[in-house]
Nanobody, 124 residues
Framework: QVQLAESGGGLVQSRGSLRLSCAASGLPFSNHGMGWFRQGPGKEREFVAGISWIGRSTYYADSVKGRFTISRDNAKNTAYLQMHNLKPEDTAVYFC?????????????????WGQGTQVTVSS
């Protein structure tokens, strides 16, 4: 059974930092591209960042470029999203996702497995 477990969310002040983790089990992690998506209050789910299964390519939404960094540790079967200079508009539930031999690009359809999400709240 594939499981993706996000952690690291919480309440942070504007301009603060958080690091989200996504621990994967039940799948060959090194063969999967990983992505982070988010869904804010009253908004549709949107792509945040992705990393290819090889780990050489990363992609970011324009709104987070220069502030967020996605990475992966295949030895730990874990993907990370380091977030700096957080803004109130970053408030959302953040989901990690995995796709077999995925490129890490932003199409949600390319991801087969999804976590339950972790709440990030940024106060002004």
């Amino acid at each position: 059974q594939v499981q993706l477990a996000e952690s690291g969310g919480g309440l942070v002040q504007s301009r603060g930092s958080l690091r989200l983790s996504c621990a994967a089990s039940g799948l060959p992690f090194s063969n999967h591209g990983m992505g982070w998506f988010r869904q804010g209050p009253g908004k549709e789910r949107e792509f945040v960042a992705g990393i290819s299964w090889i780990g050489r390519s990363t992609y970011y939404a324009d709104s987070v470029k220069g502030r967020f960094t996605i990475s992966r540790d295949n030895a730990k079967n874990t993907a990370y999203l380091q977030m700096h200079n957080l803004k109130p508009e970053d408030t959302a539930v953040y989901f990690c996702a995995a796709g077999s031999y995925g490129t890490g690009r932003g199409s949600a359809d390319s991801y087969s497995y999804w976590g339950q999400g972790t709440q990030v709240t940024v106060s002004s």
